[in-house]
T-cell receptor
Framework: DVKVTQSSRYLVKRTGEKVFLECVQD?????MFWYRQDPGLGLRLIYF???????EKGDIPEGYSVSREKKERFSLILESASTNQTSMYLC??????????????FGEGSWLTVV | GQQVMQIPQYQHVQEGEDFTTYCNSS?????IQWYKQRPGGHPVFLIQ?????EVKKQKRLTFQFGEAKKNSSLHITATQTTDVGTYFC???????????FGTGTRLKVLA
């Protein structure tokens, strides 16, 4: 089974803090994603990576950055956390971009509260 | 940018009733996927549709991809309490690989 592991399930951070959300997948997937989930807004794509050191902006990249130094690991960074970044963050991965191998597998999610 | 809307946002049904959620994209999709998220859980892949007008069935669930590849629907026949959750559609705009998810439909089934 594919496993996508997010390092922290629940975090509480102060406004202005730098926050790291870590994600690891164990199936040698090429693609990794960060989404945030808010009621009524669904899942919104923050960043997407299709290879090591490669990244593309999603719909809401402002206030976030990402790092992919190794294939299995994709980190989401909030440079200076703000209260409007309180949300659930979902990391995901997919094998490749081909139609038969593009199922997206999600981690359990990280609930971030910024106070 | 591409937007994917789903209606309704919420639906409460009595067990045994049917349920349908609709997914509409602002741009043509090369394919569409459906996911289910149980309460407290994470989204889990259900199915993918690729061809215009395609219809696929999984037991009581019927998925349809529109002729113009801009909309899709999920129909559940005779809902059960195990169907409770939020259903999302997702697809990449043509020419991109970024999967954009819909706003989701939250289903509650009353026993």
């Amino acid at each position: 089974d594919v496993k996508v592991t997010q390092s922290s399930r629940y975090l509480v951070k102060r406004t202005g803090e730098k926050v790291f959300l870590e994600c690891v997948q164990d199936m040698d997937h090429e693609n990794m994603f960060w989404y945030r989930q808010d009621p009524g807004l669904g899942l919104r794509l923050i960043y997407f990576s299709y290879d090591v050191k490669m990244k593309e902006k999603g719909d809401i990249p402002e206030g976030y950055s990402v790092s992919r130094e190794k294939k299995e690991r994709f980190s989401l960074i909030l440079e200076s956390a703000s209260t409007n970044q309180t949300s659930m963050y979902l990391c995901a991965s997919s094998l490749s971009l081909g139609l038969q191998r593009n199922t997206i597998y999600f981690g359990e999610g990280s609930w971030l509260t910024v106070v | 940018g591409q937007q994917v809307m789903q209606i309704p946002q919420y639906q409460h049904v009595q067990e045994g009733e049917d349920f349908t959620t609709y997914c509409n994209s602002s741009t043509t999709l090369s394919n569409i996927q459906w996911y289910k998220q149980r309460p407290g859980g994470h989204p889990v892949f259900l199915i993918q549709l690729v061809k215009s007008g395609e219809v696929k069935k999984q037991k009581r669930l019927t998925f349809q991809f529109g002729e113009a590849k801009k909309n899709s629907s999920l129909h559940i026949t005779a809902t059960q309490t195990t169907d409770v959750g939020t259903y999302f559609c997702a697809g990449p705009a043509s020419g991109t690989y970024k999967y954009i998810f819909g706003t989701g439909t939250r289903l509650k089934v009353l026993a």
